[in-house]
Antibody, heavy 115, light 111 residues
Framework: EVQLVESGGGLVQPGGSLRLSCAASGFSFSDYWMAWVRQAPGKGLEWVANIKQDGSGKFYVDSLKGRFTISRDNRKNELYLQMNSLRVEDTAVYYC????????WGQGTLVTVSS | QAVVTQEPSVTVSPGGTVTLTCGSSTGPVTSGHYPYWFQQKPGQAPRTLIYDASNRHSWTPARFSGSLLGGKAALTLSDAQPEDEAEYYCLLSYSGSRLVVFGGGTKLTVL
């Protein structure tokens, strides 16, 4: 059974950093693109970033370039999102998704940026 | 950056048929945009219904179908059920997945 389990969310002050993780199981992790998608409270889905199977290609929504970094560890079957210089508007549920969201999604982890 | 447009809200009667659409500010939506459709109910993660414009997953009810229609991606729901009431999002890929954009979502009411 394919499972994606996000962790690492929580409350952080503006300007702070946080690293999200997504533990993958039930499939050959290194064979798939992976992605992060976020959803602010009461708002729609927003693409954050995606990463190729071997990590050689990483693509970001323009508004987040330079602050967020996507990475993966294929030995640990984990996907990461390093978030720096966090802003109040980064408050959202962050989902990891397999294959550009083509099939499986995690349940999400809530990030709250507030003083 | 491309903008992907969806109807903000649509209402369908139980047992009825409705089509939601997904357009692109850059021009006609084609199979090269690999349109996806997602269903999201309150408090839940999105669930992918349709991928690559018209392909259903094993978990996608047969009453949902995807197509390309009049320069847009379309999601048609036939025989609407109360449990289909949800937010529906489309997604388009640009430049070989280097840019991926969600539509703003359509709130579907079954009433």
């Amino acid at each position: 059974e394919v499972q994606l389990v996000e962790s690492g969310g929580g409350l952080v002050q503006p300007g702070g950093s946080l690293r999200l993780s997504c533990a993958a199981s039930g499939f050959s992790f290194s064979d798939y693109w992976m992605a992060w998608v976020r959803q602010a409270p009461g708002k729609g889905l927003e693409w954050v970033a995606n990463i190729k199977q071997d990590g050689s290609g990483k693509f970001y929504v323009d508004s987040l370039k330079g602050r967020f970094t996507i990475s993966r560890d294929n030995r640990k079957n984990e996907l990461y999102l390093q978030m720096n210089s966090l802003r109040v508007e980064d408050t959202a549920v962050y989902y990891c998704a397999r294959n550009h969201g083509k099939d499986y999604w995690g349940q999400g982890t809530l990030v709250t940026v507030s003083s | 950056q491309a903008v992907v447009t969806q109807e903000p809200s649509v209402t369908v009667s139980p047992g009825g048929t409705v089509t939601l659409t997904c357009g692109s500010s850059t021009g006609p939506v084609t199979s090269g945009h690999y349109p996806y459709w997602f269903q999201q109910k309150p408090g839940q993660a999105p669930r992918t219904l349709i991928y690559d414009a018209s392909n259903r997953h094993s978990w996608t009810p047969a009453r949902f179908s995807g197509s390309l229609l009049g320069g847009k991606a379309a999601l048609t729901l036939s025989d609407a059920q109360p449990e289909d009431e949800a937010e529906y999002y489309c997604l388009l890929s640009y430049s070989g997945s280097r840019l991926v954009v969600f539509g703003g979502g359509t709130k579907l009411t079954v009433l």
